[in-house]
């Protein structure tokens, strides 16, 4: 008898989970489809995770779909992150000095995920970032923010094995162009994310680093273009700096 291949499994298991995370309720021949695996190994997986509590079929349309406990381990994984609890206080209080949403992200590879933010106190629409969720580094305020840190050699890796796009028009795309921004973030001390992760929407982000001096986490203020003109990034930009400053002061991190 052949010995299933427990890697193999593991993977169809999380591709089925990161599936229905991001397609929501699906029938068995559709995630068979996207998963490009017979019916009889799909019904398995669910099965499994049924058992698990972990997802739920709907019995009149017969879909599947994630059951809440994903978020229950969520809300677990976050609790124990203790720069949440650090920089709390200080995003808040930066939300409340500007008016604007404020995001606090941690970098994950070539990505940046959002552990935490503070909405804007001021009536606007909502932005599409939510806890949890995950941006690319070489389009985003914070991002770029946390590369500017980075040697130049790290900085190439990293956008080498990104999948490099235009996700708006005022995407960079090109890496030369892309360094002369970096070289600006670092004679600046802040970056810019101007519509080019979402458009209408610009933002300031600047870099915290770990306890080993590691660009491992950053700050933005995020706002809709209208309300980001340069004058009130210019604003904006001696109160980000100065939170930075503090938390940096307060994890025991110099400059």
């Known amino acids: 008898m052949e010995e299933k291949n427990p890697i193999q499994v593991s993977e169809r298991i999380f591709n089925a989970i990161e599936c229905l995370a991001q397609n929501g309720p699906m029938g ?3 995630l068979s489809k ?34 809440f406990k994903f978020c229950g381990i969520s809300n677990q994984i976050l609790a124990q992150n ?45 932005l599409v970032s939510m806890v949890g969720k995950s941006i690319p580094l070489y389009c985003s305020g914070v991002g770029k923010a946390m590369l500017a840190d980075m040697s130049d050699d790290k900085i190439r890796l990293i956008w080498d094995s990104s999948n490099i796009r235009k996700l708006t028009e005022y995407t ?25 992760n979402e458009l209408g929407v610009r933002c300031i982000a600047v870099s915290i680093k770990n306890y080993k001096g590691k660009p491992t986490y950053a700050i933005s203020v995020s706002a809709p273009r209208d309300r980001m003109s340069d004058d009130r990034i210019e604003e904006i930009r001696s109160l980000i700096l100065a939170v930075k400053e503090n938390i940096q002061k307060e994890m025991g991190v110099s400059k």
């Open 28 to 30: 068995l021949l559709d």
């Open 34 to 67: 996207e998963l490009n695996l017979n019916k009889t190994t799909v019904h398995r997986i669910l099965n499994s995770l049924i058992c698990m509590d972990y997802a739920r079929q709907d019995p009149e349309s017969l879909k599947y779909s994630l059951t």
């Open 82 to 126: 203790n720069m949440i609890d650090l920089a709390r206080p200080y995003i808040k209080e930066l939300a409340e000095q500007t008016g604007e949403t404020v995001h606090l992200v941690e970098i994950d590879g070539g990505q940046a995920v959002y552990i935490d933010k503070v909405e804007a106190s001021r009536g606007s629409v909502r």
């Open 172 to 196: 960079v795309t090109d890496y030369s162009q892309f360094m002369d921004l970096i070289r600006q973030i670092r004679s600046n001390g802040y970056a810019l994310d101007n519509e080019e």
